[in-house]
């Protein structure tokens, strides 16, 4: 073809086409640029497609291929004829069926009547890709063939109005997701404010399934969560219309029914129909007396990717869930996985809160490993206290055995202490830092979590670490959420251990306070007796001189009476003088520096143990002075002493020995006698208590009485510890003096 010859209406060359064809695209872009609509550009194109080929009648249809139907869209050109002058029929038909231009110049064909069309029609497919959307059709008004360029120039039409169609139709899809998003988003917010609202687990549930079935227009649903062994789903939620027998039974988590299976493979399961197989096999019916067709299962799971349940919708209509809806439901779920845990958290420390004003420490820490295993889906959990330099175990909920201990030092446990955050292992089965790998493979552990008990001043007081088996290792990770409650936990244990240590406090001041108050009242009394004694007892040896002097020669033969009288004065000076060395104790100490070794010495001597006693000391003269009285202190090791002796018959062992810290020096005294039943460990200090063995000869018999109290005065301590089988021990604790 010679180009350069051939012209749009006999008028114009290549060149001027060529600046029309540069026209029409940069009218286009700039209509894109503008932000102008697919209407707006595609009018542009119309426009400039009639003043291509003036007079003719062009318009466009959309074509639907699923209903192989088309729709009218936009007319320009010829005033005098309407759109539906334009349309071609079958050849539009044949447009999209072979992909190509289709030319008519017979004025009996295409068009639908005789006299509609004119005698040269164009049709011309809009492509994009491999699909057909649309045609151009242009009608000419004279009779005349359509030159090549005129084609050409319509092709490049076609392809413009094409290109604007298929942006019209995107950006369509595009208002229509994101108004279904914006949709979406509404309602899941509405749903986290209802979820939020609720404080208990049981409402939280309900508003959580009254809304999955307003987002998702299901007409029933169930939750089900995960049981304490981790082996079956329980019912804790159910909603729907007109339900009649709602099958609430506990479902093993295996692929016996699907939300079983949605538990087990921990995936959403979307299901047209349930009677379909291989659903009908294991279907379970939400309600006997309703006929469910559609369901819809999401696994409940966690930051960390622990399974705490499953959320089921169902329908009695064929195919009532898509995609969307499972998409929309797992992120309704992550909402109630949060909420859901969020509930336990609060509900679990309103009963800690509780238990810490009434319960006593121990109980409350119990309390609280059995609390970090259930909300944290772990194996085992341990309390540790700090003393010192050691890490002593006060709770556990298995594997440790109270009492255990390790260094601050070196240790998985200490180092959550020193560096006051949380610490990990991803295997303490093979970690250095952990002290017990054999009771770690024994028990199954694998992951470990740790963080340190702070105080409200921020002093470390112990820490608390979880361990997660290997199975729930594998499919649970140590997350932010993880941290944050075990943390929450630590706080309330280091609550727990700072309201004991301060109510220890508070009862040791208020017996201090009390021993001092006894203390002066029975010095008042001791007084008072000891003057009265000796005005009644302190007569008796002066009468009885009177009456040996009177009547001498009476006494002198009579050895009876001369042995009663003389028996009489004895009797009454040792009576004195026992009261008066008995009521000593009770009279006001002057409290400086005093060494144990010299006050057990005195004790020693003072008791008058038999040879079959054996008494050993350990550490002892290495201990720095306490602060208390020479007397009293002497005393109260000979109080315990004798107390040993008796308790073992005059036949056996006692052991001294001590140690001390910057402030405390602590002795121990342990027998090798029989033991003292643990229900008796707090009586036997009662000043009343009838449970010894026999008074000794020349005591008032104040006993372990007068030992807790002069030690309470001091600021110290006295305890038992015994099984009531294998011996005894009695430790005290004494401030130390400060030595200038």
């Known amino acids: 073809m010679d180009w350069q010859a051939t012209t749009v209406d006999g008028k114009a060359g290549l060149s001027e086409v060529l600046s029309w064809l540069n026209k029409v695209g940069a009218d286009v872009n700039r209509l894109w640029g503008d932000g102008a609509g697919a209407e707006a550009v595609l009018t542009a194109i119309v426009n400039h497609a009639t003043a291509l080929v003036p007079g003719a009648l062009i318009s466009v249809y959309t074509y639907d291929a699923a209903q192989h139907s088309f729709a009218p869209l936009l007319t320009g050109g010829h005033t005098g004829r309407d759109a539906e002058q334009a349309w071609p029929g079958a050849m539009a038909h044949r447009a999209v069926e072979q992909v190509s231009v289709i030319l008519s110049y017979d004025n009996s064909g295409p068009p639908a009547s005789s006299d509609v069309g004119g005698p040269a029609v164009a049709c011309l497919p809009l492509v994009i890709g491999k699909d057909v959307i649309g045609v151009l059709c242009v009608s000419l008004p004279e009779a005349r063939h359509f030159s090549d360029v005129e084609l050409l120039l319509l092709t490049n039409i076609a392809t413009q109005a094409a290109t604007a169609l298929h942006f019209a139709g995107a950006f369509t899809g595009v208002q229509r997701d994101l108004a279904r998003k914006a949709d979406e988003l509404r309602r899941l917010r509405h749903a986290g404010l209802l979820i939020s609202s609720r404080t208990r687990l049981d409402d939280t549930l309900v508003a959580i ?134 509930v336990r958290l609060l509900d679990a420390l309103q009963e800690t809160t509780e238990r810490l004003l009434t319960q006593p420490l121990q109980q409350v820490l119990d309390h609280l490993v059995e609390l970090a295993c259930d909300l944290l889906n772990a194996g085992a959990s341990a309390i540790w206290t700090l003393q010192g330099e050691q890490l002593i175990l006060s709770a556990s909920s298995g594997g440790h055995v109270r009492g255990d201990n390790l260094s601050l030092h070196g240790s998985l446990t200490g180092q959550a202490i020193l560096s006051r955050g949380p610490v990990t292992s991803e295997d303490v089965r093979v970690d250095p830092r952990f002290s017990w790998p054999s009771l770690a493979r024994a028990q199954g552990w694998k992951q470990a979590l740790v963080v340190p008990l702070l105080a409200s001043d921020g002093e470390a007081v112990g820490a608390f670490s979880v ?191 001590g140690h001390a810290d910057q402030t405390v020096v602590e002795i121990e005294v342990r027998d090798s006698g029989p033991g003292i039943d643990p229900a008796l460990h707090e009586r036997i200090f009662e000043l009343d208590y009838s449970g010894r063995r026999g008074s000794r000869s020349g005591k008032l018999g104040f006993g372990l009485w007068w030992v807790k109290t002069w030690m309470t005065r001091l600021g110290g301590a006295i305890v038992v510890q015994s099984d009531g089988r294998r011996g005894t021990c009695f430790r005290l604790r004494l401030p130390r003096a400060e030595v200038t």
């Open 209 to 342: 399934l009254q809304m999955a079935l307003e987002v998702t227009e299901a007409k029933y649903g169930i939750f089900r969560l995960v049981d304490k062994e981790g082996k079956n789903l329980i019912t804790r939620a159910i909603a729907g219309e007109r339900l009649g027998r709602p099958a609430t039974e506990a479902l093993p988590i295996n692929a016996t029914s699907i939300m079983g299976l949605v538990a087990k493979q921990r995936q959403p399961v979307c299901i047209p129909d349930v009677h379909a197989n291989p659903w009908s096999r294991i279907y379970y019916p939400l309600d006997h007396s309703l006929d469910m067709r559609s369901e819809l299962a999401v696994p409940l799971i966690g930051a960390s990717g622990r399974l705490e349940g499953v959320l089921n919708l169902e329908s009695p209509v064929v195919g009532a869930f898509n995609e969307e809806d499972s998409h929309l439901l797992q992120a309704l779920a992550t909402q109630a996985v949060i909420a859901i845990q969020e």
């Open 467 to 657: 361990y997660s088996t290997e199975t729930q290792a594998a499919q649970v990770t140590t997350s932010d959420w993880e941290k944050k409650v075990l943390m929450i936990l630590a706080h309330y244990a280091a609550l727990a251990v700072r309201h004991a240590a301060d109510q220890s406090a508070l009862r040791a001041a208020e017996e201090q306070r009390v021993a001092a108050e006894t203390f002066a009242a029975m010095g008042d009394i001791a007084a008072n007796l000891l003057h009265r004694l000796n005005n009644k007892i302190g007569t008796i040896p002066v009468r009885i001189e009177g009456i040996q002097d009177k009547s001498r020669a009476t006494v002198a033969s009579d050895a009876y009476l001369a042995a009663n009288l003389e028996e009489i004065g004895r009797s009454a000076r040792e009576a004195m003088d026992t009261v008066r060395d008995s009521l000593l104790h009770l009279q006001t100490t002057q409290l400086g520096p005093v060494r144990i070794t010299e006050c057990l010495d005195e004790a020693l001597a003072h008791a008058h143990l038999p040879d079959t006693v054996q008494v050993t000391t350990a550490g002892l003269p290495d201990l720095p002075p306490v602060l208390a009285g020479q007397r009293g202190l002497t005393l109260v090791f000979a109080n315990l002493l004798e107390n040993a002796a008796d308790a073992m018959s005059g036949t056996g062992r006692i052991d001294i020995s």
